[in-house]
């Protein structure tokens, strides 16, 4: 049951796309999912509107609290062949790194789309959608808009992450037209990935809360080389040291000139941009095996051909999460039980040495020993190996006091926590 996150601008174009995803991974060629089941705010909410979902900070913790319930019981319904996509704004970092402590405790795959849109697109669809309860105000349009957090793939929480498109083609064509990087001799020459970083910043311009590099966020984490146009602009290479408290001299090696370009992307099919503002062609690394005449006049890929290649790489190649100890589920117990653990493994260290004591065949030749062990009222047999001496029942109680604290026995009683007690010494011969 792989868990997809879907996260964007509102009214850019989400639950379109999770439809979509919804019936391409229907008839994706592994045949591994069966379900699907979409969470969306009308779903979480049915008695509210978009509008009323987020007019205020009280409605939106209200909306998140829903929608985070609703993906905990999609998650405990959903099987193996079940896909969960949450369609949702998904603006706070922190109420998604809460859906990924969800995936991470069921020990399944999860996975963030970033749905990338033009701002005055989305203003025009909100405005399109005034006509039904889909819509939200102009000023609550802005205010969520400036509010967005964008995904970061070097946060665990939103990796992987894919980016989608989804302009319209006229938007995507005056995008390109308006592009100031080689557009104007090479229209051929701007890649899918150039088209996403373009929009990527129009987002990460409108937000507030943009935190992180603009370059570093926009390449998922591969640094993007920005060079002044100034042709007597140099820089150096050389890593920078570490400071020590030591005493010591520190040579710094001379700058080394570089070239005056200035690098769109790190990618291969990126658009290089000298100073004099013609095109070049892009640089490929030594390891790359596309091919020059690929590089120079990239596809422009399909949004159904980008869906199955998020569904390929997701469903195919894509490890399930470990469960760690922040989220592990503890089993509850009793809020005095760690006494009562105390109290009745003390009983038992003591039982245990009174009746090595009264028995004349322990710690013999002739193998394990039944002793009789009454702690409380209750006799419990415990088979005996070896004579245990006061140091190493001691050693065995502090042992299990610290093992227990993580996992209480299920069974509480005086009873229950000797016999749990004395398996586990018998565990230790």
Known sequence: MPFLIFTGHPCAGKSTLAEKFRVRALQHSSQSIHE?????????????????????????KTTRGALKSAFERAVALADESTLVILDSLNYIKGFRYELFCISKAAKERHGVVWVLNDPAVVKEWNRQRSLNDETYSPDLLMQLMQRYEPPDERNRWDKPLYRVDVRPPATDANANANDSTANAN???????????????????????????????????????TAAVSDATTTATTEPAKKFTLKRAVFKRAPAKPVAPTAVVGAAANDTVVDT?????????????????????????????????????????KERRLREGASTRQHVASDSDVLHTVDSVTQQVCSAIATAQSKSATTGSSTGSTLLP?????????????????????????????????????????????????????????
């Open 36 to 60: 699907v089941i979409v969470v969306t705010e009308a779903t979480a909410c049915p008695d509210h509107t978009q509008q009323e979902c987020y007019e205020s900070s009280l409605a939106e």
């Open 276 to 316: 004099n503002g013609t095109a070049a062609q892009p640089t490929v690394p030594n390891n790359s095996t596309a091919s020059t005449s690929e590089t120079a006049n990239p596809k422009v890929q399909s949004l159904q051909d980008r869906i199955d290649e998020i569904l390929d790489s997701f469903l195919v």
């Open 186 to 224: 090479n229209s051929n020459s701007t890649a899918t990935t150039v088209k996403q970083e373009n929009v990527a910043q129009d987002v990460l311009h409108q937000s507030v809360y943009n935190m992180h590099a603009l370059s570093d966020a926009i390449g998922g984490g591969t640094a993007v």
């Open 373 to 429: 062990v009454t702690v409380r009222g209750e006799t419990l047999s415990f088979k005996c190996h070896r004579r245990l001496g006061l140091p190493e029942l001691r050693r065995h109680r502090a042992q299990y006091l610290q093992w227990v604290a993580t996992h209480p026995p299920e069974d509480t009683s005086d009873r229950g926590i000797a016999g749990s007690f004395l398996c586990y010494i018998e565990a230790q011969r």
